[in-house]
């Protein structure tokens, strides 16, 4: 066996690029640049096609695929025009018929439209009574924090639930002379038992999610129900602080929630989580099913503690605050009694 004059070269693979290189042919090819820096190799490349190359081409498939949907809501909407000037244009009961039908439905559109937009106006008007609350206790001025105070006795009068603090903030805000006990009042008073109403809808909606995670065998049934929940979660909150919103209200109200969220952090949100399923190994060993459920719930009380803390026309004064921990407790203590009477049975 005889060993060749020039033994091989020794070479270095890139394993993010899939490139080979021969150091020795580009050192002895490579010719210098200015300043006796050395120019830059020319060896090949072997790798797989980037996305810009991929891309390259008229996409036929997507193409296919715009065109096709375009043409059949073309033809649904040729289809609909035709039908609704053709039953129009009759004078028996089918063009009386339709068109009762498309006067109410076009009344039923305008009146759901009109709701919306009172529910986006009432939102704002929460905002606007949280954000000069908040101007008057940082001035510390008196004046300010009457007209709020004013302002947002207005705003609750009429109503059933609140009819026993309005009398009680009445009665004793005569005494009050001193920055920020006025609106300590009115909390205490007026927000805070909706504090409590709003605390109950949100611990019933994280164990209606927690059951039916728990028996649902469809994730996408879950997924859906959950969502719809959310949203039927948020409403009620929002209605209950008088905001009275419908779906586009709950949904802005639901992405300023999600804002919120982000803001305050997702360590915080894992760290709670964490800080209450960690130690509740034995339920996840016991059923899987029901510490999923439990983390779901979890997830809505969150989102319904962070809602009510959002809505509410005043921060968090002389009213006790709602606690994420204390909601998901209860909703353990239920849901555990529940799966131990499911295992005695």
């Known amino acids: 066996m005889t060993t060749p004059e020039r033994p091989r070269a020794p070479r270095a693979f890139s394993v993010d690029e899939a490139v080979i290189v021969d150091t020795v042919a580009s050192d002895t090819a490579r010719p210098a640049g200015k300043a006796g820096t050395p120019a830059a190799p020319d060896t090949p490349r072997y790798g797989l096609p980037s996305r810009a190359d991929v891309g390259k081409g008229v996409r036929w498939g997507a193409l296919f695929l ?16 035709r039908f609704v000037s053709v ?8 063009g009386w018929t339709a068109t009762g039908l498309l006067v109410l439905g ?27 609350a908040e101007a008057a206790l940082r001035d510390r001025d008196i004046a300010k924090e009457r007209k709020a105070a004013r302002r947002l006795v207005t705003f609750m009068k009429g109503r059933g639930d609140t009819a026993w603090g309005l009398a009680r903030f009445k009665e004793h805000q005569g005494d009050l002379h001193e920055p920020g006990k006025l609106l300590g009042l009115a909390d ?5 038992p909706l504090d409590r109403e709003a605390r109950r809808v949100v611990l019933t909606s ?7 995670t728990a028996l649902s065998p469809i994730a996408f049934v879950t997924i859906g129900y959950v969502l719809v929940e959310n949203v039927r979660m948020l409403r009620r909150v929002a209605t209950l602080y008088g905001g009275q919103p419908g779906l ?3 949904l802005r109200l639901g992405a300023m929630v999600v804002g919120h969220l982000i803001a305050a952090g997702g360590v915080a949100l894992t760290d709670d989580l964490l800080g209450q399923f960690l130690g509740q190994d034995l339920v996840r060993r016991l059923s899987r099913r029901l510490g999923e459920g439990l983390f779901n719930g979890a997830l809505t009380a969150r989102i319904g503690a962070t809602a009510i803390s959002v809505i509410r026309p005043l921060p968090f004064l002389d009213a006790e605050p709602v606690r994420v921990r204390d909601i998901v407790k209860e909703l ?10 499911k295992g005695e049975t």
């Open 66 to 81: 715009s065109a096709f949907v375009s043409l059949t809501l073309l033809a649904l909407g040729v289809w609909f025009a």
């Open 87 to 94: 039953t129009l244009a009759r004078n028996d009961w089918v």
């Open 106 to 132: 076009g009344l039923a559109l305008a009146v759901m439209v009109l709701k919306e937009l009172v529910g986006l106006a009432r939102l704002a008007r929460l905002g606007r009574f949280r954000r000069e």
């Open 188 to 192: 205490r008073e007026i927000i805070a």
């Open 206 to 212: 994280a164990k209606r999610i927690s059951v039916v």
């Open 248 to 250: 586009v209200g709950a």
């Open 332 to 341: 353990f203590r239920k849901e555990a009694a529940a799966e131990k009477e």
